[in-house]
């Protein structure tokens, strides 16, 4: 058997690669050293700008070409770096020698010795990291989550009035509408996506162990944590003052710990939605073309529902891993972090595929109004709850002598089918109050469903 030329490994980056592309620009390998270079060369333009260690400042144009760096950074710096690394063996040194090399290039042979000047690598890697895990949540991810919100919104709209069977333990129980049932996911995806936009994005640059001990050997009268302080809240990034010589990664955790948990609540809907499309409550749109199935011509598969239930699962599993692993660092450092941290765009790509995939779903479905209410109608017991509870108001006011409404409601109704001619012969004949007995005998399942309609509101 012959060998295949080079093929990617991953999904993401093979078959479903156009949906995540997005992602690539942050959170792959090219785009963190992008952020290396982005960290290496600000930091140079900080030191000069306060004139430190007797340098002076540059002028605009000698920073903007600086800026280029990392501005441009294409193909040319990616297979630069990955020559250099191959001899260095160290990814960061590599990021520092292409720097230094076009410093050279750019005139400005006289700051080389400022280029990653009293840094250790995770300083760098832990601005970088912080810039490009915020650039992909906050301008792809969130993005795509608000997307897939705010389909549901218009679906909880459209269908607020829509009455629905409500299935208990999968039973049948006190109806809703199926626009409220889509509001209490948009509610909930609201609530974590605007804690995952108000997240923390921490980075240290406080040197080897976090003590800036060479810094002060350096210029024992400059007030560094101050200098660092102000460079990494320059990025838009906040800044940790207190960390060995790794950024603890907190705010990591908390942020894989919600995107895990948006992740959950998403998962909750794409089985929901495949539940209801298979009791016939929403109609899949034929797409032109497409085979549902490669022997029953009949079929339509809702594959982006499942499709998206996978892929949470695996980003899930992940964000898990990503979490209990960077939480931990033995002592002052130990690298389990970095292999750990390189699958931050694996993790949040399957999250996005799943995403689209829900937004494509979304947009793919019609409910079928005729199914909910023949459903509906076939279910005339649920009516229970209402005219036990009006039974005890009764009692209360003293209209009703009935000892246990709950009891005769369940000896009526438990475990077995009830019609509406039976139910209603059934409410003729209780003591109650005349007017209470009219408002049940007025009473419908479809009608049933309380503040269903107006809860879609809130969300």
Same mark, same amino acid.
């Given at each position: 058997?012959?060998?295949?030329?080079?093929?990617?490994?991953?999904?993401?980056?093979?078959?479903?690669?156009?949906?995540?592309?997005?992602?690539?620009?942050?959170?792959?390998?090219?785009?963190?050293?992008?952020?290396?270079?982005?960290?290496?060369?600000?930091?140079?333009?900080?030191?000069?700008?306060?004139?430190?260690?007797?340098?002076?400042?540059?002028?605009?144009?000698?920073?903007?070409?600086?800026?280029?760096?990392?501005?441009?950074?294409?193909?040319?710096?990616?297979?630069?770096?990955?020559?250099?690394?191959?001899?260095?063996?160290?990814?960061?040194?590599?990021?520092?020698?292409?720097?230094?090399?076009?410093?050279?290039?750019?005139?400005?042979?006289?700051?080389?010795?400022?280029?990653?000047?009293?840094?250790?690598?995770?300083?760098?890697?832990?601005?970088?990291?912080?810039?490009?895990?915020?650039?992909?949540?906050?301008?792809?991810?969130?993005?795509?989550?608000?997307?897939?919100?705010?389909?549901?919104?218009?679906?909880?709209?459209?269908?607020?009035?829509?009455?629905?069977?409500?299935?208990?333990?999968?039973?049948?129980?006190?109806?809703?509408?199926?626009?409220?049932?889509?509001?209490?996911?948009?509610?909930?995806?609201?609530?974590?996506?605007?804690?995952?936009?108000?997240?923390?994005?921490?980075?240290?640059?406080?040197?080897?162990?976090?003590?800036?001990?060479?810094?002060?050997?350096?210029?024992?009268?400059?007030?560094?944590?101050?200098?660092?302080?102000?460079?990494?809240?320059?990025?838009?990034?906040?800044?940790?003052?207190?960390?060995?010589?790794?950024?603890?990664?907190?705010?990591?955790?908390?942020?894989?710990?919600?995107?895990?948990?948006?992740?959950?609540?998403?998962?909750?809907?794409?089985?929901?939605?495949?539940?209801?499309?298979?009791?016939?409550?929403?109609?899949?749109?034929?797409?032109?073309?497409?085979?549902?199935?490669?022997?029953?011509?009949?079929?339509?598969?809702?594959?982006?529902?499942?499709?998206?239930?996978?892929?949470?699962?695996?980003?899930?599993?992940?964000?898990?891993?990503?979490?209990?692993?960077?939480?931990?660092?033995?002592?002052?450092?130990?690298?389990?972090?970095?292999?750990?941290?390189?699958?931050?765009?694996?993790?949040?790509?399957?999250? @996005? &595929?799943?995403?689209?995939?829900?937004? %494509?779903?979304? *947009?793919?479905?019609? #409910?079928? =109004?005729? /199914?909910?209410?023949? !459903?509906?109608?076939?279910?005339?017991?649920?009516?229970?709850?209402?005219?036990?509870?009006?039974?005890?108001?009764?009692?209360?006011?003293?209209?009703?002598?009935?000892?246990?409404?709950?009891? @005769? &409601?369940?000896?009526?109704?438990?475990? %077995?089918?009830? *019609?509406?001619?039976? #139910?209603? =012969?059934? /409410?003729?004949?209780? !003591?109650?109050?005349?007017?209470?007995?009219?408002?049940?005998?007025?009473?419908?399942?479809?009608?049933?469903?309380?503040?269903?309609?107006?809860?879609?509101?809130?969300?």
């Amino acid at each position: 058997m012959s060998a295949l030329p080079p093929q990617p490994l991953s999904p993401l980056d093979g078959r479903y690669r156009a949906a995540v592309a997005g992602l690539s620009d942050y959170l792959s390998e090219a785009g963190l050293n992008r952020a290396r270079v982005e960290v290496e060369v600000e930091w140079l333009i900080a030191l000069t700008d306060r004139a430190l260690l007797g340098t002076s400042r540059l002028d605009d144009v000698q920073k903007d070409r600086l800026r280029l760096l990392y501005l441009d950074f294409g193909q040319d710096a990616v297979d630069w770096l990955a020559a250099k690394e191959a001899v260095t063996r160290h990814d960061v040194k590599a990021v520092e020698y292409l720097v230094r090399d076009r410093l050279a290039s750019l005139g400005l042979d006289s700051i080389a010795e400022l280029t990653h000047f009293a840094c250790t690598s995770e300083d760098i890697n832990s601005t970088a990291y912080a810039l490009t895990v915020k650039r992909a949540v906050h301008d792809v991810w969130l993005p795509k989550l608000h997307q897939v919100i705010a389909k549901l919104r218009t679906l909880a709209q459209q269908h607020q009035d829509a009455a629905m069977l409500a299935r208990t333990h999968g039973q049948p129980a006190t109806p809703t509408t199926m626009g409220k049932e889509l509001a209490v996911f948009v509610w909930r995806l609201e609530r974590i996506a605007k804690q995952i936009a108000a997240a923390d994005f921490l980075a240290k640059f406080s040197g080897a162990t976090g003590t800036w001990s060479a810094h002060l050997a350096a210029d024992p009268d400059v007030d560094w944590p101050e200098i660092s302080r102000g460079f990494i809240e320059s990025l838009g990034l906040g800044f940790n003052p207190l960390t060995t010589q790794i950024e603890s990664h907190d705010w990591q955790v908390e942020l894989y710990d919600r995107a895990r948990h948006a992740g959950g609540i998403l998962h909750n809907l794409a089985t929901d939605i495949w539940t209801y499309i298979s009791l016939g409550y929403f109609a899949q749109i034929p797409v032109a073309g497409a085979t549902g199935s490669s022997t029953m011509p009949h079929k339509i598969n809702p594959i982006r529902f499942e499709n998206a239930e996978a892929n949470l699962e695996i980003a899930g599993g992940l964000f898990t891993t990503l979490a209990q692993t960077l939480v931990t660092s033995r002592m002052q450092r130990d690298l389990t972090d970095s292999t750990t941290q390189r699958n931050i765009g694996v993790a949040f790509g399957h999250s @996005l &595929l799943a995403l689209d995939n829900l937004l %494509r779903g979304l *947009g793919e479905i019609l #409910l079928r =109004e005729d /199914v909910l209410l023949a !459903d509906l109608d076939d279910n005339w017991e649920v009516l229970a709850e209402a005219i036990q509870t009006v039974v005890r108001a009764e009692i209360v006011a003293g209209r009703s002598q009935i000892s246990d409404p709950y009891a @005769l &409601l369940k000896d009526l109704t438990r475990g %077995r089918r009830v *019609g509406a001619a039976e #139910l209603a =012969e059934f /409410v003729r004949g209780l !003591d109650i109050g005349e007017e209470a007995r009219q408002r049940l005998l007025a009473l419908t399942p479809a009608g049933y469903v309380g503040l269903a309609a107006s809860l879609v509101e809130l969300a």
